[in-house]
């Protein structure tokens, strides 16, 4: 009796299967791991495609094999007793043999590509630091003298080799569609190369992190924009100057004479401080002479555009976008780069803009002990917050107000006014009103 | 003989002869339906973690809610559900397998079953609020030292892995001396049934690879409680001590959950082909061999940390290296049923249906140990299609194969065939409803570990497909447990010998007396049960009677069917008292650690007050259980 | 009473091997403890050289301030509490003959059958190594390294308390030995129970000569 039905139920399966196919077809694979697009992605795919192959062949094997011993061995009624086996010592060898013949038609190209793979990337390559935190990604062009966060610019054509390091916890770093991963680990220096193909230029991947690293780890997300080799120089020459409106490099007499001087400034200011008003914003340098080439909005495909919706339920941040028409860039610009306002508007205790916070002519804080993603060229980048949110003004004037809720487990504080702090267990009672937070939208947005 | 109607299968009853006995039936008993309610747990676990990822950038639960439910999911199923089910399989089976009376330390074995009991209970709670553990189960290091983890999270994990690994432990010793020690006559190591065997070498794989995990997670402990500097990144940690010392534990670890299956399997083929095993030489020798490559291939969980070229080879080959022997114990099998007459119970579709997916995870096993595509493959969706075939399609087919096979030798009833084979098919497809699909959206560039999802990455069709069998798969463990239940008390009566099969077990009355074996029986071939009813069966391997003396020294007596249900006492059997010493010894160590939580919460006297007093507590009820008598 | 210490089965008790139960158990067990050592041991060498800061076991230190801190390791005091614990091993084989042998000629009332006298003697001796550990400990913490202080200072201390742990365990057990000697007097029939320990007893013994080896030796 359960024949007839295991029957039935078997086709059902094949049918669902079927199904299976159908659908998967019908969708498009823009993370796909079965790319040529680089030198490394085309030797994975050679071993993949041996490796499928031959575990086709030993599955299709085993399981035909399997099922025609069940069909025919099947009992019969009053059948006798089946002839009795114990061993057979040419079999066992045989079965034996030919696994490890196929495991050697597996190791052989194996172990080449592993060294041909985790050779040194040769010395005209483009080099890239990728540093990990919680939970965005940190890219600096050392030949260049720039930083970067979370949008990659790849010359189409040019060898890249990544060198890999965390601040905090173990990252892993990964682009489907251009190589495997490798992962990013404190104290400890790790490699990876390889070259995007020539024929790239103007393609945008997508990026994960692929080691779990807590809250946000699905939100730790980049993009890679292979671009042609001028439109990178543009871009790479561009991201080298300082931010628009930052105030021309100069000593700046006005600015604590010490680092020291600044630090203290930095924790006596935590109350809103009466004289912001004395020190007027310095004077606006010209917008940097070279607009410097950004990859089109236009041309980024819908699967690399993030979707993340905005945060519901007791995490929803509520905004009056109405008032972001009116949001005053210079405005937002004074709020966030004179000290006085440090307390409240704690940006640049974190964040780098490349020009403001100088002592002495100098950067108050500098990349290494910078805890947030530079900030000197944001408005070229299409993303922000881990590659999470498109940077559109909506979006960040909520992360400006209630990052945390916006982020879970982000570690950009609550800044709005009123707006419950998870960090804190707490509602603040201070903080940036919408107004203010539309005004630093506007600095934001002007930062090319 | 199949007339009489299963009688009460204990000499004592009610609710305390369960808390104090030291049956290692009843212990058995506890241990299955504990693990079974732990793996509904964490199986609903899962429904949920597949319930937010149905569809993109869904709400269902909050980020951190999801890390601890995939936390708890691994955890669960790896420590609550899947290794005490086979313990409990050991606990039941392995003396009935040998011929011998209980384990060689009663006492000590229900002290292993309620650290089990208290340690997962500890471990589970704390999701009912919301801090759970959310490290994952691998629990990387420094995410889980106090600067990224300040919570008490990570404590209840650490404090709980430590509390099941003495559990495990305990247990382990208990039975390594138990196969070495309390054999019956004439049952040599190579005529053990191949369940025992596996066993054994699992033994062997608990006792080195605890205790290796045991000071990795002292070290996690020290550094979050007592400030020392293992893991922590300032003082030049290398955050690959953990994963080493953690692989090391978890590649055995692996095959602590897989050998027990492999070994229930080995016992139901032969019995459902009417074939002795074939070449049961190599498939205990492969299950060797498998246990010491086990113990030389942990990197491979690391090709992506960068261990350089040479280190990625070495474990690429060992890793490959270690397919050979799994593949040969396929071979086996099938050649068991090839010629055979294939009777299709529950149990046996359950042990094909083993031998079908773990070929499946098998292949992918190889796909990943070469290290370069591998690269591509780990931390994505394909590993977790990957280890679901081998944890579920290997370990959790075999186990449900066992509890069909071994219910009647348990309760002296049956379970349901009919529901047993809606089980299975629902099961069969459900699983690879789940988990097929992962192997394409890992592929194709999904991260594991990740609460959501973008739309139109290439992965909604897979993950609303496996969202889909998560569902049939829980409705197909209710079938189960539906089938469980009410065979309990309706299942047709079972005879001593339920299936036909060929070992000691199976000589004795379902369900077995206290005693097991009212005369001890001296063994003669590997299938004694089969040399009495099918001499035809066994008549192509070795037979020898041990010596005289020996049967003698054990009272030992030929094998035969025991139909008899005396009493220990009308038989003058000396049975081991009743004690709750082990349970108080367990909620003492428990307590122990628990106390420590305190110091996270600012309260030091009281954790030093309970952290104290529990561990006098401890020393002092294991100064009488040593001093009280056992029997 | 049956007996005073249970699960003890008679000697006729049937087992495979002819050995009691627990004596399997007991190397089952130290199997395990070797894997615990080695996991502890790999860690201490994994990070030898790899503090930060000092104070540093064989070479000299100055910190920030130009303070200078010694090598902490101090050899000398060391290979005398080794020497003690060598000893203990040897004291603890007379203790198990002269149970082992009780009644004998050449045990019999003669100091070699003293078994009171030799568990004494192995517990005190125990006893004295696990002093002059405390005395090693409290000195290195008084020259500046604490579980702390650096990478050398938490896995030293840990490797090197575990096996302190284990010793003070294996002096609690030879004094409960000890106190049925005492009140009872251990006979031939109960050499088990001092086998087993013994052998506990050796292997923290040997454990302590792989640990003062690479630990304190090996530069």
């Keep these: ?448 | 003989m199949a007339t009489t109607a299963a009688t009460p299968s204990y000499e004592q009853t009610g609710i305390w002869s369960w808390i104090t006995t030291v049956d290692h039936k009843r212990i058995g008993a506890l241990y299955l339906y504990t693990a079974l309610f732990f793996f509904m747990f964490g199986g609903l676990e899962a429904g949920v973690i597949r319930w937010q990822l149905a569809q993109p950038n869904q709400h269902i639960v909050s980020a951190e809610l999801y890390n601890q439910l995939f936390t708890m999911h691994g955890t669960t199923m790896i420590f609550l559900a899947v290794m005490p089910l086979s313990a409990a399989f050991f606990n039941f089976l392995i003396p009935l397998q040998i011929g011998a009376r209980d384990v060689a330390f009663p006492r000590l074995n229900a002290f292993s079953y309620w650290v089990y009991v208290l340690g997962g209970t500890f471990m589970t709670l704390p999701i009912f609020f919301n801090t759970a553990p959310n490290g994952g189960w691998f629990g990387y290091a420094p995410l889980t030292t106090l600067p990224f983890s300040s919570g008490l999270n990570i404590d209840f994990w650490v404090m709980g892995l430590q509390i099941l690994g003495i559990s495990s432990l305990a247990a382990a010793f208990n039975f390594i001396t138990t196969i070495i020690n309390m054999r019956a006559p004439g049952m040599t190591l190579m005529r053990m049934p191949v369940f025992t065997w596996m066993s054994f070498v699992v033994q062997f794989l608990l006792v080195l690879a605890f205790p290796v995990i045991t000071i990795a997670l002292v070290f996690l402990l020290f550094d979050r409680f007592f400030g020392t500097n293992f893991y922590e990144i300032a003082a030049g940690a290398d955050p690959l001590l953990w994963q080493h010392l953690f692989w090391v534990f978890g590649h055995p670890e692996v095959y602590i959950l897989i050998l027990p299956a492999f070994g229930l399997v080995s016992e139901i083929l032969p019995t459902f082909s009417r074939k002795p095993l074939f070449g049961y030489n190599v498939v205990v020798y492969s299950g060797i061999m498998i246990g010491f490559l086990g113990f030389g291939v942990w990197a491979h969980h690391m090709f992506a940390v960068g261990m350089g070229a040479t280190a990625d080879t070495i474990f690429a080959l060992t890793t490959m290296l270690i397919g050979i022997p799994t593949g040969v114990k396929i071979f086996n099998w099938i050649a068991t049923m090839w010629g055979g007459q294939i009777r299709f119970t529950a149990a046996m579709k359950f042990a094909i249906g083993l031998i079908a997916l773990f070929t499946i995870g098998g292949i992918s096993g190889v796909m990943h140990s070469s290290p370069p595509a591998d690269l591509q493959q780990t931390d994505t969706y394909f590993v977790v299609a990957h280890f679901h075939y081998v944890l579920f399609g290997g370990s959790i087919m075999g186990i449900f194969g066992g509890i069909y096979f071994y219910y009647p030798k348990i309760t002296g009833r049956y379970m349901s065939e009919v529901l047993g084979t809606w089980h299975f098919w629902c099961t069969f497809i459900a699983m690879n409803l789940t988990f097929f699909p992962m192997h394409f959206s890992g592929m194709l560039g999904m991260p594991r570990r990740i609460y959501t999802y973008d739309a139109g990455q290439g992965w909604d069709t897979f993950n609303l497909i496996s969202s889909i069998g998560t569902g049939l798969l829980i409705l197909s463990t209710l079938i189960f447990v539906v089938n469980f239940l009410k065979s309990r008390k309706s299942g047709e009566v079972a005879p001593g010998d339920a299936w036909g099969a060929g070992t000691l077990e199976w000589t004795i009355p379902s369900p077995p007396p206290d005693y097991n074996f009212a005369e001890i029986p001296f063994v003669t071939s590997r299938y004694p049960l089969w040399d009495l009813k099918h001499p035809e069966r066994t008549s192509g391997i070795a037979h020898s009677a041990p010596d005289v003396m020996t049967i003698t020294d054990a009272h030992a007596t030929p094998v035969h069917e025991e139909m008899g249900h005396k009493t220990a006492a009308e038989l003058g059997i000396p049975m081991p008292f009743n004690t709750v010493k082990p349970l108080i010894a367990a909620a003492a160590l428990v307590a122990m650690f628990g106390g420590l939580l305190f110091m996270h919460t600012n309260q030091f006297a009281v954790a030093m007050t309970i952290t104290i007093g529990s561990a006098s507590l401890f020393v002092g009820t294991l100064y009488a259980w040593l001093t009280s008598p056992l029997e | 009473m049956a007996s005073a210490v249970a699960e003890v089965h008679e000697h006729t008790h049937y087992t495979t091997t002819g050995l009691d139960n627990r004596k399997v158990a007991i190397w089952a067990f130290i199997g395990s403890e070797c894997m615990l050592f080695m996991s502890l041991i790999s860690t201490y060498l994994i990070y030898k050289g790899k503090s930060i800061v000092g104070p540093f076991p064989h070479e000299a230190w100055t910190d920030p301030s130009g303070h200078v801190f010694k090598p902490i390791l101090n050899i000398p005091v060391t290979s005398q509490s080794t020497f003690v614990l060598l000893m203990s091993s040897l004291v603890m084989v007379l203790a198990l003959a002269a149970v082992e042998n009780r009644g004998k000629p050449g045990y019999q009332g003669t100091l070699l059958g003293n078994s009171k006298l030799w568990l004494a003697a192995t517990a005190a001796l125990g006893a004295t190594f696990l002093g002059y550990q405390a005395y090693e400990f409290t000195s290195f913490v008084h020259e500046g390294l604490t579980i702390h202080t650096n990478l050398f200072g938490s896995s030293f201390f840990t490797l090197t308390g575990f096996h302190g742990a284990h010793v003070t365990a294996g002096v609690l057990w030879l004094l409960t030995l000890l106190s049925i000697d005492i009140k009872r007097g251990l006979t031939p029939k109960d050499a088990l129970l001092v086998d087993i320990c013994a052998l506990y007893w050796h292997f923290v013994d040997v454990v302590w000569i792989a640990i003062f080896t690479l630990v304190y030796l090996i530069k």
């Design chain 1, 1 to 448: 009796m359960p024949r007839k039905r295991s029957r039935r139920l078997s086709s059902a399966l094949i049918l669902m299967a079927g199904a299976l196919v159908v659908a998967a077809c019908g969708e498009k694979y823009p993370n796909s791991t079965f790319t040529h697009l680089t030198d490394f992605n085309t030797i994975i795919d050679g071993l993949w495609n041996r490796l499928l192959l031959l575990g086709t062949i030993v599955f299709v094997f085993v399981e035909t094999l399997l099922i025609f011993t069940i069909i025919k061995f099947r009992r019969r009624e009053g059948a006798p007793d089946p002839k009795q086996t114990h061993g057979n010592t040419t079999l066992e060898i045989t079965w034996t043999i030919i696994p490890a013949l196929i495991l050697v038609l597996i190791a052989v190209p194996t172990v080449d590509a592993i060294w041909k793979t985790e050779a040194k990337a040769s010395d005209s390559s483009i080099q890239v630091q990728v540093i990990g935190h919680q939970w965005w990604w940190e890219f600096r062009y050392p030949q260049y003298g720039f930083t970067t966060a979370n949008e990659l610019y790849l010359p189409a054509g040019r060898t890249v080799n990544f060198q890999l390091n965390s601040r905090d916890v173990i990252h892993s770093f990964w682009t489907p569609q251009l190589g495997g991963k490798r992962d990013v680990i404190a104290n400890r220096t790790n490699y990876i190369w390889y070259t995007p193909d020539s024929s790239l230029a103007g393609s945008v991947f997508n990026g994960f992190c692929t080691e779990y690293c807590g809250s946000s780890h699905a939100n730790m997300r980049f993009h890679v924009y292979a671009v042609s080799p001028a439109d990178f120089d543009s871009w790479a020459a561009h991201q080298k100057e300082n931010a628009a409106m930052s105030p021309i490099v100069a000593p700046a007499p006005a600015a604590p004479a010490t680092p020291a001087a600044a630090v203290k400034v930095a924790s006596a200011a935590t109350k809103p401080a009466a004289p912001a008003a004395t020190k007027p914003a310095a004077p606006v340098a010209a917008m940097p002479a070279s607009e410097g080439y950004v990859f089109p909005l236009a041309k980024m495909p819908p699967h690399t555009l993030p979707q993340t919706p905005f945060p519901v339920g007791d995490r929803e941040v509520k905004f009056d976008e109405s008032l972001l028409a009116g949001g005053d860039a210079a405005r937002g610009h004074e709020l966030v780069s004179n000290m006085a306002h440090m307390g409240d508007v704690p940006c640049l205790t974190c964040h780098i803009i490349k020009g403001e916070y100088m002592v002495a002519g100098k950067q108050m804080f500098t990349d290494d002990n910078a805890k947030a993603p530079n900030l000197t060229h944001f408005a070229t980048r299409h993303t922000f917050a881990g590659g999470i949110y498109p940077a559109t003004p909506a979006m960040l004037a909520r992360w400006v107000k209630n990052a945390e809720h916006m982020k879970p487990g982000s570690l950009m504080t609550t800044l709005g006014n009123g707006e419950y702090a998870p960090s804190m267990k707490s509602k603040r009672t201070t903080g940036l009103d919408d107004r203010q937070i539309a005004d630093i939208v506007a600095y934001l947005l002007s930062l090319k």
